[in-house]
């Protein structure tokens, strides 16, 4: 079983409507989360980074974490067809040196 | 604006050729990592430089290897490409083990 478990899709929604992604863990000790967007051959662009439990919203983009379940989760409201790529999300822990693990992305389409 | 640099851009070499890939940054940051990135699949650690200390992973192929020469720049070495070695490259720094930064990527194509 993978450390960090995300459905690559692709999900396909139409323009406007809600896009809901997630990732599941098992590593109790990750307390850093964090969402990045790839776009197709390019590299991965930081989003959203939270710690610990809760949730943060920026623009269209909220990220809940919720640690009890060890499932984090990124909205995004208002979906354009730019929103369309690949999100990746990825944890770490809190001792110096941790690297990031990382989910293996879901492929998102926005349909005009 | 502050940023993480990739070259080239694109990268094709024979089978066997060594190839070297190039990363800069202006972040100042301290740390800095190599990715491989294979179609549809997640970013893979090969190794990191904390300030000068070099750090591999154990799962790092030794046809891999890497230069830090400044806190700028880093290369990523290829001794001997397989095919298996096709796949994007992605350079990252982090101002210790905070928020990492990606480049652009390099996609290694071996004929």
């Known amino acids: 079983q993978k450390e960090v478990e995300q459905d690559p899709g692709p999900l396909s929604v139409p323009e406007g409507a809600i896009v809901s992604l997630n990732c599941t863990y098992s590593?109790?000790?990750?307390?850093?989360f964090m969402w990045y967007r790839q776009y197709s051959r390019k590299g991965p662009e930081l989003l959203m980074y939270?710690?610990?439990?809760g949730n943060k919203e920026d623009g269209r983009f909220t990220a809940q974490v919720d640690k009890s379940s060890k499932y984090i989760s990124l909205f995004i409201r208002d979906s354009q067809p730019s929103d369309s790529a690949t999100y990746l999300c990825a944890m770490k822990g809190e001792a110096a040196g941790n690297k990031l693990t990382f989910g293996g992305g879901t492929r998102v389409l926005v349909k005009p | 604006d502050a940023m993480v640099i990739q070259n080239p851009r694109y990268q094709v070499t024979q089978f066997g050729k060594p190839v070297t890939l190039s990363c800069s940054q202006t972040?100042?940051?301290?740390?800095m990592y190599w990715y491989q990135q294979k179609s549809s699949q997640a970013p893979k650690l090969l190794f990191h430089y904390y300030d000068k200390d070099f750090n591999n992973e154990a799962d790092t192929p030794d046809n891999f290897q890497s230069r830090r020469p400044n806190t700028s720049f880093c290369f990523l070495d290829i001794r001997s490409p397989g095919l298996g070695d096709a796949a994007m490259y992605l350079c990252?720094?982090?101002?210790?083990?905070?928020?990492?930064?990606f480049g652009p990527g390099t996609r290694l194509t071996v004929l």
């Open positions: 990252a720094t982090s101002r210790d083990w905070d928020t990492q930064y």
């Open positions: 590593n109790s000790a990750f307390q850093y």
């Open positions: 972040l100042n940051h301290n740390v």
């Open positions: 939270t710690y610990s439990s």
